[in-house]
């Protein structure tokens, strides 16, 4: 099999990020822009192209007059992150409308009033990318980074994918742990291990469930994700939520 490092695909486009949070001015590191870059490009998966670029052009009612995004979307946050937040995939119309992770859905209104509360984030909204939302000690990515009929990408898809999340985690030194969003995000990070050849322990998916990777690798801690599907039925409350960003932050070592 191909090494992570050999599945990337070229591309260029520089990175559009605001950073500033308590007076500090955070910048992606050449390598991360650089990474953006290649991700955006991404065509790997012709059954995901097609449909992102599909509900690009077709648009929720409520969209119509918005230029959607329409192309894979890469992870943002601080390039210093300590803690690396991993949901699913975008949402036909929140990322890949906006181009941000978790920007104009559902879920993004769930998550970034949570981020703010525990001192993750400068503000509670994440509404555009241009709304001066700035985080702080974490970097938000997904396992997909392409819209999937559904909400359901297959294995495959998952499997090409992942090179793109083990990217990330390269270029952020300062990696202590990852908080999972959803099941698919937890099978995803081992995954990501798994095929750079690595032999992890036993682990059990949970909310606010804590699972070492092994070794000297990053912890990694689980929650219920911030889907309607789980918030509307109470699946997952705000103090549940609340409580998985206090147990991360617990966790960091020298912070």
């Known amino acids: 099999m191909p090494s992570i490092r050999a599945q990337l695909t070229r591309c260029a486009r520089p990175i559009s990020q605001s950073a500033e949070f308590s007076g500090r001015i955070k910048r992606m590191t050449a390598s991360l822009q650089a990474l953006e870059a290649e991700i955006i490009r991404c065509r790997q998966c012709p059954r995901l192209v097609a449909w992102r670029e599909e509900v690009a052009e077709t648009k929720r009612k409520a969209y119509q007059d918005a230029d959607y995004w329409g192309k894979p979307v890469p992870g943002f946050g601080d390039p210093d992150a300590w803690i690396m937040v991993v949901g699913l995939a975008p949402g036909a119309h929140g990322s890949n409308r906006t181009g941000r992770m ?35 000690d974490i970097f938000i990515t997904a396992i997909c980074r392409c819209v999937p009929p559904q909400n359901k990408p297959n294995a495959e898809e998952i499997r090409t994918c992942l090179p793109w999340l083990a990217a990330e985690v390269e270029r952020l030194p300062k990696l202590q742990g990852f908080i999972a969003l959803g099941r698919i995000a937890f099978d995803g990070i081992r995954k990501m291990y798994q095929l750079q050849g690595m032999d992890l322990p036993k682990m059990s998916f949970g909310h606010n469930t804590l699972n070492p990777l092994g070794g000297d690798l990053p912890w990694l801690l689980s929650s219920y994700h911030p889907s309607q599907q789980n918030t509307l039925t109470g699946r997952l409350t705000e103090k549940m939520f609340d409580a998985v960003w206090a147990r991360g932050k617990s966790l960091l070592k020298n912070a």
């Open 102 to 136: 978790f920007t104009g859905d559902a879920s993004g209104n769930f998550l970034f009033p949570a981020l703010y509360r525990a001192g993750l984030a400068n503000q509670p909204n994440g509404d555009q990318p241009d709304d001066g939302l700035a985080l702080k």
